[in-house]
């Protein structure tokens, strides 16, 4: 970890999600499980780390170079096979600073209006995408709203909203990141969201691996260390107290973080005390094969496809109701 200079300081909403989680054992060593993508993204300084992140040379190239390539051949594919409204409302879910919405955006307009509404759970990203988004040519207007900030749970209502304006929706859910979600609800809210003709791309990282563990030691990174590692702050340790790990079990990759020496941490009436060797999870990232993953998508969707890159790591899928 890089050093930190500044005091920590408790974030009410982890430490309470802390308490309300406890710890399990697994031999003598207590894991503290908090494993939720809400706590990433609780600050502005949070978001810009994992916008970092995402820059990252790494990164970039397995997780966002990788995906846009494939966006780039994939999307007049579905064009093709698919008659689309004129008017088009793309609702990009979990859309951080929005560059990726620029494919779909850039060969939807030469034949259709398009509306953009961005959906984070941060408004740090809603606002870089506001930004990015607003620089392009061809889109009819950027949807600025309280439910911008929002996530998957809440998609129904925004959903119900943007139709209003009688625009066929194609709701984006790129980044893998359904892997940070467990999968049936996830789903079950997105097909929840969509009405008849409404449309759904998500983007998902396979998992081609015999083990996983090469996928694990591709987490070990300062960029990663760095984004997650503010979660550990917000429960008022200091980065030379942790020593950052990942590993893969149980068709998933999970990033901890492993307590160097004692520490008890008080907050208003409750305190928590920390033994070296305890372990605190901050991620699970669901590493899906291609069967795996239609065998969920069919329960919800009776039309999908699968469009799946040379090799093999990266697949999106197009799903209609």
């Not at 689309?84 to 955006?105: Q, S």
């Not at 996830?186 to 081609?208: A, C, K, P, T």
């Not at 070296?276 to 239609?294: A, C, P, R, W």
Request: proline content about 2%; glycine content about 6%.
């Amino acid at each position: 970890m890089a050093k930190d200079t500044k005091k920590p300081q408790i974030n009410d909403l982890i430490f309470r999600e802390l308490i309300k989680r406890g710890y399990s054992l697994e031999g003598n060593t207590r894991i503290w499980d908090i494993a939720d993508s809400k706590l990433w993204y609780l600050t502005q300084e949070q978001a810009q780390a994992y916008l970092d992140l995402d820059q990252s040379e790494e990164y970039k190239t397995r997780m966002v170079d990788n995906e846009i390539e494939l966006l780039k051949e994939v999307i007049p594919k579905i064009i093709k096979k698919n008659s689309f409204k004129e008017n088009m409302t793309l609702v990009d879910v979990g859309c951080g600073d929005g560059r990726k919405a620029i494919v779909p955006i850039d060969i939807l307009k030469k034949d259709h209006k398009i509306n953009y509404c961005p959906i984070d759970i941060s408004a740090y990203m809603v606002n870089e995408a506001i930004k990015n988004i607003s620089k392009l040519d061809g889109v009819d207007k950027i949807v600025n709203f309280q439910w911008n900030v929002s996530d998957f749970e809440n998609l129904e209502n925004v959903t119900e909203l943007l139709r209003k304006s009688d625009k066929e929706l194609l709701i984006l859910f790129l980044g893998s990141t359904i892997g940070n979600f467990e999968t049936h609800d996830l789903l079950y809210s997105l097909q929840n969201s969509m009405e008849f003709g409404d449309s759904l791309l998500i983007g998902v990282s396979l998992d081609n691996t015999k083990d996983g563990t090469e996928l694990a030691e591709g987490y070990i990174t300062p960029e990663v260390d760095n984004f997650l590692g503010h979660v550990l702050i917000g429960l008022g340790f200091s980065r030379n107290e942790l020593e950052f790990g990942a590993r893969y079990r149980h068709r998933r990759v999970e990033c901890f973080y492993e307590v160097k020496k004692n520490k008890r941490i008080k907050f208003q009436d409750k305190e928590i005390n920390f033994y070296k060797g305890d372990q605190v999870v901050v991620s699970h990232s669901h590493k899906y094969t291609q069967k795996e993953l239609e065998n969920s998508i069919k329960l919800y969707f009776a039309k999908y496809e699968f469009y799946t890159n040379k090799e093999k790591d990266w697949t999106l899928l197009f799903c209609q109701k």
